[in-house]
């Protein structure tokens, strides 16, 4: 109900490319959907970022918590049911302290009070469903138990509305950039995005109560979000031409990293011919090819680089039924570039596939932004890479090199490749 708003201007693909940007990431054979242009999304007018600011339930001073109008209750016609706020608003897993997010206060229980809601018991249970790993896996790696069709009211044997993934907690810096939502791209607006946060995470109901939430607070929420940078220069990048300096950032991929010292520099050279070309985003380094949010998400361009099929912390997939207690290996229905429905079992995070049904998408995820990246340990969706120089290893390792993208951008760095690389990131 709130797409037709946020629907974004698709200028022509521009010519501001800088060496080293031509042509990246293209996948698949939608690629010719994708446009490379960039302009981005901007917040409808006589939105209030302010009253939005509330609404995420962070205080006036920017940096602490307050709830008063961030607690989402109230009755739902929707559901037929009252709605009890649980504590936790957005503030709960994006806070300005850790980068809006949560990985830098890691293991949380040494980091916050027992009684906070992100971890207290009765709130975990919101997203959970029962699983009984999900609270360790919270509490160690920050991560979160999400089923992307939970709100579609299927019956709770459908394999669709039990699939799920354990996601790490995305920043909400420089979403403004974002080229569709969540790790596996399934929003492909903000309000979409945040009225899902909304009800996944702050109650254990599965019947969709979105009409406790107006239209207003939810066009200021995202009002809010689209201000929030990692560094105030990026704001030109997102303003568009009419901005003075947006042609150097746009025509400059590193014009705001702060490269000084020869490693670095050479730690730039080998991000720019091996990374870049995913990560090709000027200055921000998530990926830049889109498409018309009108055609549903995917908005952006996802890739399968093996980390869902690695699984390197060894997550459980199979389904935890609340009613008897028992998991079961879910039977998830994907159709093949044929038409044909295979049934796959799930022993991994199918990722965009659980949102578009195909099984082109099985293990496919979002490029994420770069900025900040040390504050954001541990990496990858699954937070399954403790830290960057894990990072960089994972890119040499068989595990990318055989998965479906990485064959197609093969990775092998030298030890003196990988200590220049990691001086680059440190800088972003
Ligand atoms: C319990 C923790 C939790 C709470 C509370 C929470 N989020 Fe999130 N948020 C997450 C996780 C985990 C992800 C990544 C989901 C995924 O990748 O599937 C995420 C992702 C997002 C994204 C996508 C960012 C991107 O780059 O794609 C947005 C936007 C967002 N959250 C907004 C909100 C808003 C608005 C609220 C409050 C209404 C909220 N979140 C509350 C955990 C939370
Ligand atoms: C084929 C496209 C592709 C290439 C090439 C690529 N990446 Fe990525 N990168 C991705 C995708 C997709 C993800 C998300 C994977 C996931 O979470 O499952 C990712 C995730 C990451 C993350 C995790 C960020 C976080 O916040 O958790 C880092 C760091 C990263 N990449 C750095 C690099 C570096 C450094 C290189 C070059 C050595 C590189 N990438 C090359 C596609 C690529």
Redesign the pocket.
């Known amino acids: 109900m709130f797409y037709a708003r946020w629907i974004v201007t698709v200028l022509l693909a521009t010519t501001l490319c800088a060496p080293g940007c031509g042509g990246g ?1 293209q ?1 698949g054979s939608s690629s010719e959907q994708f446009s490379q242009d960039l302009t981005f999304t901007q917040a409808p007018p006589g939105a209030d970022a302010t009253h939005g600011q509330a609404v995420f339930g962070i205080a006036a001073d920017g940096i602490h918590s307050d709830t008063s109008k961030a607690l989402f209750s109230g009755f739902s016609e929707e559901a037929g049911a009252t709605i009890t706020a649980n504590g936790r608003t957005c503030f709960s897993c994006h806070r300005p302290e850790a980068n809006f997010m949560i990985n830098p206060l890691l293991p949380l229980d040494r980091n916050l009070p027992a009684d906070d809601p992100l971890i207290a018991p009765d709130a975990v249970a919101a997203d959970s469903a029962g699983n009984p790993d999900a609270a360790e896996l919270l509490n160690d790696f920050g991560l979160i138990l999400h089923r992307p069709h939970r709100f579609d009211g299927l019956p709770s044997t459908d394999p669709r509305f039990q699939a799920f993934g354990f996601r ?1 907690v ?2 909400n810096l420089n979403l403004v950039f974002a080229r569709g939502f969540a ?1 596996d791209l399934r929003g492909p607006t903000l309000p979409v995005t945040d009225i899902g946060a909304l009800m996944a995470h702050t109650q254990p109901f599965n019947d969709a109560f979105d009409d406790i939430v107006s239209t207003q607070d939810l066009d200021d929420l995202a009002a809010f979000q689209l201000t929030l940078f990692t560094e105030p220069a990026l704001r030109a990048l997102a303003v568009g031409p009419s901005d003075p300096d947006y042609q150097r950032l746009a025509g400059d991929p590193y014009a705001t990293v702060p490269v000084v010292t020869p490693q670095e520099q050479r730690g730039r050279d ?2 720019d011919r ?6 090709d985003m000027p200055n921000v ?1 998530n ?1 830049r090819s889109h498409r018309d949010p009108s055609l549903g998400a995917p908005i952006g361009q ?4 093996g ?2 099929e690695a699984n390197r912390l060894g997550l459980d997939f199979r389904y935890y039924d609340p009613a008897t207690g028992e998991r079961r290996v879910v039977n998830l229905p994907l159709t093949d570039t044929a038409g044909q429905t295979v049934l796959v079992s799930l022993n991994q ?1 199918p ?1 965009l596939a659980l949102t578009t049904g195909k099984l082109e998408d099985l ?8 900025r900040n ?1 040390g504050r ?8 399954s ?1 403790p830290d ?1 120089p894990a ?2 290893a994972y ?2 390792s068989t595990d990318y090199n055989q998965s479906p ?2 064959r ?2 093969p ?1 092998a ?1 030298s030890a003196e490749n990988q200590a220049d ?1 990691l001086a680059f ?1 440190l800088l972003l």
Do not use: E, W
């Not at 091996?274 to 990560?279: A, G, R, S, T, V």
């Not at 996802?302 to 680089?305: G, K, Q, Y």
């Not at 293990?363 to 770069?370: C, H």
């Not at 954001?376 to 937070?383: E, R």
């Open positions: 990431g996948s790490k995305l920043t790790s080998v991000f091996n990374c870049f070309p995913c990560h380094f990926n996802a890739f399968n680089i980390v869902a995070d990722g293990g496919k995820f979002k490029v994420p932004q770069l990246v954001g340990k541990p990496y990858f969706h699954d937070c890479a960057l990072v960089v890119f040499n993208d990485g197609r951008y990775i760095l690389l990131l």
